[in-house]
């Protein structure tokens, strides 16, 4: 449950009280564990990204396989977003518009997926907006 509750308060949004304190704690916790626990929850790329921010290293196998994971989330996000980009040359090949709206992130419809809070809150701004402004000038 320790590993856990220290996966849980690695992938918070804000940036924890004591940064030290926190990689103490990676330090002497079953890494590989984390990491195992972290590609079942698809959270290999959030991970990583989150102890590269914090400066926060695993070394060894757990540090080897969570790069790994985290290569294979990202290549399958720029495969994804390849994808749409040629969706969208069809599309206005085909004269129609389209624009790609939502959230920033990243492994987009992987497991890895996840999406920025902040991002998603200006989203829901937008669209509420565009709600309001569809319903009123009817």
Same mark, same amino acid.
């Given at each position: 449950?320790?590993?856990?509750? @220290? @996966? ?16 103490? %704690? ?43 994971? %985290? ?6 996000? $720029?495969?994804?977003? #390849?994808?749409?980009?040629?969706? &969208? %040359? !069809?599309?206005?090949?085909?004269? !129609? ?8 992130? %990243?492994? &987009? =419809? #992987?497991?890895?997926?996840?999406? $920025? ?14 709600? =309001? ?6």
């Amino acid at each position: 449950m320790r590993d856990a509750r @220290l @996966l849980i308060d690695t992938l918070r949004l804000s940036t924890p009280a004591d940064v030290g304190a926190l990689a103490a %704690a990676w330090a002497g916790a079953d890494a590989r564990g984390i990491v195992a626990l972290a590609q079942f929850e698809g959270a290999s790329l959030w991970l990583q990204r989150r102890l590269k921010a914090l400066g926060i290293t695993l070394s060894g196998e757990a540090g080897e396989t969570l790069a790994a994971a %985290a290569k294979r989330a990202t290549a399958y996000s $720029l495969r994804m977003e #390849s994808e749409t980009v040629a969706t &969208l %040359a !069809i599309l206005d090949a085909a004269g !129609i518009a389209a624009v790609v709206f939502g959230p920033g992130g %990243a492994g &987009l =419809h #992987s497991t890895e997926e996840y999406v $920025l809070l902040d991002d998603v809150e200006r989203c829901c701004a937008a669209l509420m907006e565009l709600a =309001h402004t569809v319903t009123t000038q009817r």
